[in-house]
């Protein structure tokens, strides 16, 4: 009988420590929920951080071509890659100039896409990626340092009111097609 009530004791302060943890890893998750949001406007091929409302930086970007489009939707920034490696179809493309990623790697949570620099800044402004968002490697750089995992990511495929007070009145944009990523 002794033995039983000391394994009950043990097993009651596992518990305590089981719960404790958890409930101190819920707090540290509501306190890191940012308000910060990255919009992205596939139209204008520009990409907005907004914290608390106010816009910090606009950067310009490629977009997907037309018949490998952007997702669009609101997802969350799940891997942070700096100097990151490219994987395709039986290629492995390391970390360098020739790296069509870039020198970082912004992975969303929508499988196979994400947000990075490029070895082809002549596309930015264009829709010429593979459906991920591509951006000049210095803003790219830049962008890194300002987000972290979990952040909010939006991708409009239409315009409304708030991209227009983010991007600024639209202008005629065509559909420029370059090749590549």
């Not at 943890?21 to 951080?49: F, G, M």
């Not at 970390?95 to 994400?114: E, H, Q």
Request: proline residues 6%; aromatic residues 4%; charged residues 20%.
């Amino acid at each position: 009988m002794l033995k039983t009530e000391e394994q009950l004791r043990r097993l009651a302060a596992l518990t305590s420590v089981v719960i404790i943890s958890a409930a101190e890893a819920l707090a540290q998750e509501n306190r890191t929920q940012s308000t910060r949001r990255i919009v992205i406007s596939i139209p204008d091929r520009s990409l907005a951080v907004i914290e608390s409302g106010r816009v910090l930086k606009v950067y310009p970007t490629a977009v997907g071509a037309s018949i490998t489009p952007t997702p669009t939707g609101s997802y969350r920034i799940i891997q942070r890659i700096p100097n990151p490696t490219w994987y395709t179809k039986g290629r492995v493309v390391p970390p360098g100039k020739s790296n069509p990623l870039g020198t970082r790697w912004l992975g969303l949570s929508v499988k196979g896409y994400g947000i990075h620099g490029t070895n082809n800044p002549s596309s930015i402004g264009h829709n010429a990626s593979h459906g991920c968002i591509r951006m000049r490697n210095q803003d790219i750089e830049e962008l890194f340092e300002l987000v972290s995992i979990g952040d909010r990511v939006e991708l409009y495929r239409e315009r409304t009111a708030e991209l227009e007070s983010i991007f600024g009145a639209a202008e005629a944009v065509g559909d420029g097609v370059a090749a590549g990523q």
